[in-house]
């Protein structure tokens, strides 16, 4: 799945050589060779699902923390953690996608900005390239969610088959290696960057970030929209108007809800500050009585529970 930038190579180049395939990057580097065997001891191995190839990530990414919960009692904070390489390699994947959707959002407000003072003759073919940048962010956000839950999933099928013994072991490891964490922070003065969760994702392309620079990884599946009217019945013509206007620069989407109500969104965010900010543009755009929606899994949710599960009150 490669990722481009401008003037530079791919993130991840995939080719295959006498049956194996292998993935490079600039900064870090993952293998996937289909003819490794795995074997298993434990009970919660051997119900492993059929793997036909090997991935793994290069010692760079390992040493990089991340923050996956697979269930109630099992956390996963580093590449190492994963039991299934099928569900590491989904992982590793939406991890780039989400890195990708970040620069197609900052692509994206750069484009609006670029509307906003362009002439008329140029204003079309700049909504052109905003509309078509929005539904490249709403195919990611519809598919990144999708693949850290099948991830998760399969992960999860190895602690349900696994012993109390197993998931204690695992447990005292994780315990272990945050403690190592924290010691390494309190060498370095940066006990303040481990205790936030940050939701952004590690920008891959750049050089290997040194221990004090590294980010956890906090995948999720809610999405913020930004509510710009809600009617039953025909739309007033002024909102109308407001609707047909901001139409030309954002993808705009609509549903009915369980009170008849046409409710009409722009927007697919993954966290809540990136949703204000928005909710600003929208309200200097014209919509001044726009909120801010949540979702999970396409159901509507109250901002604050959204804010609770992403880690963002």
């Known amino acids: ?20 395939n292998h993935y490079t990057g600039n900064a870090v580097d993952c293998y996937s060779s289909k003819d490794t065997i795995l074997t298993g001891q434990s009970a919660a191995e051997k119900t492993a699902p059929t793997q036909n190839e090997h991935f793994s990530v290069s010692p760079e990414l390992e040493k990089i923390p991340i923050n996956f919960r697979i269930n109630s009692t099992i956390t996963y904070y580093s590449f190492k953690h994963f039991k299934y390489d099928q569900s590491k390699k989904l992982f590793f994947q939406a991890w780039l996608k989400e890195n990708e959707l970040q620069k197609l959002s900052e692509k994206t407000d750069s484009l609006r900005k670029s509307y906003s003072l362009a002439p008329d003759s140029q204003k079309e073919a700049i909504a052109t390239q905003i509309i078509n940048s929005e539904k490249q962010i709403i195919a990611l956000n519809d598919e990144i969610p ?42 370095q003065g940066k006990q303040e960057a481990l205790q936030s969760e940050i939701p952004d994702t590690i920008t891959l392309y750049k050089p290997a970030p040194k221990a004090e620079e590294k980010k956890a990884v906090v995948p999720g599946g809610i999405i913020y929209k930004i509510q710009i009217g809600a009617f039953k019945g025909k739309i007033p013509e002024a909102s109308n108007k407001l609707i047909k206007k901001i ?32 909710l600003s543009q929208v309200k200097q755009e014209g919509i001044k009585n726009a909120v801010i929606n949540a979702y999970q899994s396409g159901k509507k949710i109250t901002v604050v529970e959204a804010k609770k599960l992403n880690s963002e009150l």
């Open 1 to 20: 799945m490669p990722l481009h930038e401008s003037g530079k190579e791919s993130l991840l180049n995939l080719e295959n050589t006498e049956g194996h």
């Open 247 to 278: 139409s030309v620069i954002r993808k705009v989407e609509n549903y009915v809800d369980d009170k008849g109500l046409k409710v009409y969104t722009t927007g697919n965010l993954r966290s809540y500050s990136d949703a204000e900010r928005m």
């Open 146 to 187: 999708d693949m850290y839950q099948k991830a998760r999933e399969e992960e999860d099928r190895y602690w349900l088959a696994a012993s109390p013994e197993d998931i204690n072991k695992f447990q005292e490891k994780i315990k272990l290696y945050n403690d190592s964490l924290w010691q390494i922070a309190d060498k």
